[in-house]
């Protein structure tokens, strides 16, 4: 059945408010049915364009949006950004005082406003209830949905009441947006909110902009100076587990000359809110924190997410680095893994009363372990945990396809492993194993009489770590198996008996103490010194105007410009991002900026023939900036194409396989 054959209205809102001239998936089936009155349940990936949804319905529709956020800070940058593309927008929470929320609601009597955020507590008060019902309201948009389940990693009971909007307003629509949540959380959200017949649609949790890479915790701190040596300007968020943690690492930052500063529970409000707002603004570059930091960051051009210790789960670890590169950019996630990190999350696993919860935090957390140590494609168990088939066999920007780590025969290695599991009878967990291959003589060891085993220091080759290593692989690979949640012990599959009877050969990873840094990927293609001209021009007219640089234009745009140097409103308006508000205030500044540019470095643009720019939104699949096929990439290419390997072609052309990854996915 054909829903709305007009949709004329949409796209011309799209082009004027948002500069762009097309949807991203499921945007427009989104909105088409908003506009139908229907209720939308909305699973989208941060960066893929969630806002939109029901932003755009809000400019062409008869009365006001009411969008429930769970974050002062997020409703800022929302109503920021708004406003800066020439759209009617307030919020109303604790931090305005009591004449701003007159003003506001007076505004709202007189159809002056077409959106606005409130928070989950406020929207359920009966005085404002009894508000809301003297307003002509279009749509109701429930913002963050996954903090209305149990099931969820961000459950905040007051999201519970939000069922009053539907007993209260049952004919108006309601669309359910979040971007992280399991099957039982989807099923929770559209149950609790009591959804009527909703449309679902679940957009590809895949995000292609983002590398994912983990790295054995071996000196962390020196592992990530290295790492932001050539990542100096950058914006990044570098998550800890404590506060204390958190606390450390930033004043060490600091020590080095990077400006970073912490955010966590344990800092005042006023000082967490005004350490986001400065790196909201591009006054700090870094923001060390635990998980309490980034539900309210609506930040773009945030160029890595680091994990300094392990996370709790697929869940925080997925919403956490998907607050990297939501301008459609390349971004960093690194996850920096130690089995010490592991044994402070089963601490505190063992603090909770329920039984039953316990149980889903241990498979939560074997989940995630499952992911660091796995050697075949990061992307797909990702992917798949969340229940989306990738069928891709490399992705081509995750660290075990992108640098595929050598291997050796391991057979005789698995068969130590194997016989040493059996010979202890298959009661004891990873690291009791390694211990006794190692030839430890721990009082334990002793006592089991596991002293006296052949298999017993048969591993003296090896350190500890490699041999936990080796026994980790063998269970990523199906010859072993471990069983239980709270004391797990490793046992024997099918699989390990063909090994033990030379029927088959296993191969494993080349053992390595220390794991080079990954280099970091460029786009290579703009000019990066009018980049950062444009850059300091943004942050002064940000400044000037209190709001984030990102509200003015996003880095994505600002590349654009600077390979494409545009020299008049005609072909500024090309550009993706630019819209006819932002055309109007901004781009006479920067087009003199380009030109200027250009004549002092004696740069005679191109000319950018009509319908060369095609302004696409802001997502992961948005690719604004021109390839260019140099030299040395096409050398690349070539060697690429005759099957050398990525390490071969490093060796031939005397390169890092950092660079040379590079060249290939450019």
């Known amino acids: 059945m054909e829903l709305i054959t007009d949709m004329e209205p949409a796209y011309q809102a799209l082009q ?36 939109l949804c029901y932003q755009l319905p809000a400019l062409i529709s008869d009365g006001v949006t009411i969008v429930v956020s769970p974050l002062i800070a997020l409703m800022k940058d929302q109503v920021d950004a708004l406003r800066a593309n020439g759209v009617a927008s307030a919020y109303i929470n604790s931090s305005l005082g009591p004449n701003e929320i007159r003003n506001v609601k007076l505004g709202l009597l007189e159809d002056r406003i077409k959106i606005l955020y409130v928070a989950p507590e406020r929207i359920t008060q009966s005085n404002f209830l009894t508000f809301l019902h003297r307003l002509n309201i279009s749509l109701f948009a429930v913002d963050e949905a996954h903090c209305i389940s149990e099931w969820g990693h961000d459950f905040r009971s007051e999201y519970r009441r939000l069922k009053l909007l539907k007993e209260h307003f049952p004919k108006i629509p309601l669309i359910a947006l979040t971007a992280t949540a399991i099957s039982e959380v989807q099923n929770d959200i559209i149950t609790q909110l ?76 006023g000082l967490r809110a005004a350490n986001q707002n400065k790196f909201s603004k591009d006054d700090v570059d870094i923001i060390v924190a635990t998980i309490a930091f980034g539900m309210g960051i609506d930040k773009p051009n945030i160029r890595f997410v680091i994990h300094y210790d392990l996370p709790k789960n697929l869940e925080s670890y997925y919403q956490e680095t998907g607050r990297a590169g939501r301008d459609g950019l390349r971004a960093d996630c690194i996850l920096f893994l130690s089995y010490g990190d592991r044994k402070k999350i089963e601490y505190f696993i063992e603090q909770k009363d329920d039984e039953t919860d316990k149980q889903i935090a241990y498979k939560k957390l074997r989940d995630i372990v499952n992911f660091c140590e796995v050697r075949t494609c990061r992307r797909k168990i990702l992917l798949n945990y969340f229940g989306e088939a990738y069928d891709e066999k490399n992705c081509k920007n995750c660290d075990n396809c992108l640098m595929p780590k050598e291997t050796i025969d391991g057979t005789s290695i698995a068969k130590k492993i194997i016989s040493c599991v059996l010979q202890v009878g298959e009661r004891f967990g990873v690291n009791y194993v390694a211990d006794v291959l190692s030839g430890s003589r721990s009082q334990k060891i002793i006592r089991n009489r596991h002293d006296v085993l052949r298999t017993h220091g048969a591993g003296e080759e090896y350190s500890k770590n490699q041999w936990l ?7 990523q690979l199906g010859y072993l198996e471990v069983k239980g949640d709270r004391y797990p ?85 090309g550009i993706g991002g630019v819209g006819q508000v932002k055309l109007e205030k901004y781009g006479d500044i920067f087009i003199k900026e380009i030109a200027s540019y250009c004549g002092k470095h004696n740069i005679e643009p191109e000319p950018i023939e009509p319908g060369h720019i095609k302004p696409k939104p802001v997502g992961e699949h948005n690719d604004p900036v021109k390839r260019v096929v140099t030299p040395t990439l096409r050398e690349t290419l070539e060697l690429y194409n005759k099957n050398l390997t990525v390490e071969e072609i490093a060796a ?15």
Request: hydrophobic content about 35%; aromatic content about 10%; glycine content about 6%.
């Open 652 to 666: 031939k052309r005397n390169m890092s396989t950092g660079t040379i990854a590079s060249h290939i996915e450019n």
């Open 16 to 51: 004027k408010y948002f500069g762009y001239t097309s949807f991203l998936p499921l945007q427009e089936e989104i909105i088409r049915n908003i506009l139908l009155k229907n209720d939308v349940f909305t699973l989208m990936p941060t960066g893929g364009g969630k806002s």
């Open 194 to 269: 009591r959804l009527n017949d909703p449309k679902i649609y679940k957009a590809s949790f895949n995000r292609q902009n983002l590398f994912y890479q983990v790295k054995p915790k071996n000196n962390a701190y020196y592992q990530l100076l290295q790492y932001l040596k050539s990542h100096k300007t950058d914006s990044g968020i570098i998550y800890c587990y404590s506060r204390k943690s958190a606390d450390d690492l930033s004043n060490k930052l600091q020590s080095e000359g990077y400006r970073a500063l912490p955010y966590h529970a344990g800092l005042g409000s």
């Open 489 to 573: 012990t490793v046992k024997v599959t099918r699989k390990s008996r063909d090994v033990l009877s030379e029927k088959e050969n296993v191969f494993l990873v080349r053992p390595e103490e220390k794991v080079q840094i990954s280099q970091k990927f460029n786009d290579g293609t703009f000019d990066s010194r009018l980049f950062e001209i444009l850059r300091r021009l943004r942050k002064k007219l940000a400044d000037s105007q209190g709001i984030a640089p990102y509200v003015i234009f996003h880095d994505s745009s600002l590349k654009v410009m600077a390979t494409l140097l545009p020299q008049n409103l005609s072909d500024f308006k």
């Open 469 to 475: 290593a080796f026994i980790r692989e063998l269970i």
